[in-house]
C-alpha cells in the first residue's frame, strides 16, 4: 500500500472526486539539486535549488527563499521568494516576496511587491496581455 495510491474517501467510504488543482503536475528541485539545461512543463515547479537555464512553465513557479535561477522564467504565474538572474514573463501574476531579488526584466499584467524584495531591471505591466510572448533581453552575469 503506497502513501500516494489510496483515493481520498468521505465519511461513508465514496471516493471524493479531485479539485482541478490536484490534477496539475507537481515537481520540486529540491535544495541539494542543480539543474543544468532548460526545464519546462505544463505543471507547476517549486525550485528550492538552482536552475542553470530557460524556465518554461505552463501553471505556477514558486522560486524559494534561498533558491536560485539563472536564466529567463515564462509561466502563468511566478511567485518569488529567491533570486532570478533574467527576464520575468508571467502571463496573469507575479508576486515578489520580501526575499525576492531580480535582476532582469519582468513583463506581467499584474504585480505584487512585498517590502524589501528588490528588482534591478525594467516592470512593464500589460493589462491586456498583447505585448508579445517573450520578455525583453537581459544580460546575465555568472
Do not use: C, W
Not at 48 to 73: N, S
Not at 74 to 95: K, M, P
Not at 98 to 125: F, H, N, Q, Y
Request: net charge negative; no cysteine; glycine share 12%.
Amino acid at each position: 500500500m503506497g502513501l500516494f495510491s489510496n483515493p481520498a474517501r468521505d465519511e461513508q467510504g465514496n471516493e471524493l472526486k479531485r479539485r482541478r488543482s490536484d490534477q496539475i503536475p507537481f515537481s520540486i528541485i529540491a535544495s541539494d539539486m542543480t539543474v543544468i539545461g532548460d526545464l519546462e512543463t505544463e505543471g507547476v515547479v517549486r525550485v528550492e535549488g538552482r536552475v542553470k537555464g530557460t524556465v518554461r512553465v505552463g501553471a505556477q513557479v514558486l522560486v524559494a527563499a534561498g533558491a536560485v535561477i539563472e536564466g529567463d522564467l515564462h509561466t502563468q504565474e511566478a511567485v518569488i521568494a529567491g533570486q532570478v538572474s533574467g527576464g520575468i514573463h508571467a502571463r496573469e501574476r507575479v508576486e515578489l516576496q520580501a526575499t525576492a531579488v531580480v535582476s532582469g526584466d519582468i513583463l506581467t499584467p499584474r504585480i505584487a511587491i512585498v517590502e524589501g524584495a528588490r528588482v534591478t531591471g525594467e516592470v512593464k505591466m500589460d493589462p491586456t496581455g498583447t505585448q508579445g510572448t517573450t520578455p525583453p533581453a537581459t544580460s546575465h552575469r555568472s
